[in-house]
């Protein structure tokens, strides 16, 4: 990716890793019956996850495939992959940028993006990922489902304040989205389907798996859930991550004193593209 504001570097997920498994809220229960119901997934086949992070996406799915594959640039992120996955026999975990995806992969039947697209080179991995794909393979990109109300009224602990919280990370790194070592001023790129066009894919179809189930977060999670952010890796605050982190658990302890908070589980949006005849 680059571009006159930001470029890729390796820090951009440093750090997080250790807390992203607790942090990110889950994906809707269903996605999998989703993907398989959309693509006639049965147990065989292989799947790619690009961007795989520690690994949640393609061990939610690895009972659909008779192999994944886990790309991932971050180092902690592979190693928390393969430290969640130990007992996934189907799991391989590659460290590597989706820009260099390894030829020796081979061919797959599913190539899965986590909410990860808009952090590489687009164009370039879009073709990369439409050779590796097997005849009537498919491309889906998996994020939440964004602009969804999620009501709290009615839950039994106060919702996590997520804009006192943003708040307060931009009183500590400034009021720029932070990316790595550079700056997000207008945010990561759109139009996506343009991108999946050049590059050959059809579609898409997209599914929306319902979320809203209550949630019981604690003063931890939430925490997690902001180191767990690349805007807010815990390498940004330097020197200033023990003050930072008394501050926001300061915030979360007069927010909701027991410590416990509610939120609803975001719904997921899936985009999948199909695979023309022709390469």
Wanted: proline share 9%; charged share 25%; aromatic share 8%.
């Amino acid at each position: 990716m680059t571009g006159d504001a930001w470029s890729w570097d390796e820090t951009l997920f440093a750090g997080t890793a250790a807390h992203y498994t607790r942090g990110r809220l889950p994906y809707a229960p269903g996605l999998a019956e989703a993907l398989a119901g959309a693509l006639g997934l049965d147990g065989r086949g292989r799947l790619l996850d690009v961007g795989c992070g520690p690994g949640t996406l393609a061990l939610g799915l690895a009972h659909l495939f008779d192999e994944v594959v886990g790309v991932d640039p971050d180092a902690g992120m592979i190693a928390e992959a393969r430290r969640v996955g130990a007992e996934e026999p189907k799991a391989t975990w590659v460290r590597a940028r989706a820009e260099e995806l390894p030829p020796g992969l081979g061919t797959f039947t599913l190539a899965v993006f986590g909410q990860s697209f808009h952090w590489m080179d687009r164009d370039l991995v879009a073709a990369t990922v439409r050779r590796m794909l097997r005849p009537g393979g498919a491309l889906a990109h998996v994020s939440d489902l964004k602009g969804e109300p999620r009501p709290t009224e009615g839950l039994p602990h106060p919702p996590v304040p997520y804009a006192a919280i943003d708040g307060l990370v931009r009183r500590y790194l400034g009021p720029v989205r932070r990316a790595g070592q550079g700056l997000l001023p207008h945010g990561t790129p759109g139009d996506e389907a343009a991108v999946l066009a050049r590059a050959g894919f059809a579609g898409p179809q997209r599914i929306v798996v319902p979320g809203g189930r209550p949630l019981e977060r604690t003063a931890d999670d939430a925490v997690a859930g902001v180191f767990a952010l690349s805007s807010s890796a815990p390498h940004l605050f330097a020197e200033r991550r023990p003050a930072f982190e008394a501050d926001l658990r300061r915030l979360l302890a007069r927010t909701s004193p027991s410590g416990l908070f509610s939120e609803r589980q975001p719904s997921s949006e899936v985009f999948i593209w199909g695979t023309t005849e022709e390469r």
